[in-house]
């Protein structure tokens, strides 16, 4: 199945900004994370499909996954 994954701020580089993921049925976000070398540390906001979601969910087919990191300041 293909995922596309949308990476915010600091989690683009050396990634880019969109990018299609080819995974297998009843892969998880973790599995997808994994897939583009991101720490679960590194994941502030995560959101499937515009809704929040956990490591955790399932992925089905098309769906888009956003991915936000913690953001500092001061």
Known sequence: MTIQARLFATLREGRGKVI?????????????????AISHKDIAI????????????????????SVFPPVGGG
């Open 20 to 36: 299609a993921a080819e995974l297998e049925e009843g892969a998880t976000v973790a599995d997808l994370a994994a897939r583009l």
């Open 46 to 65: 995560l959101l499937v499909g515009g809704r929040d979601a956990a490591m955790d969910k399932i992925l089905t087919d098309g769906d888009i996954v």
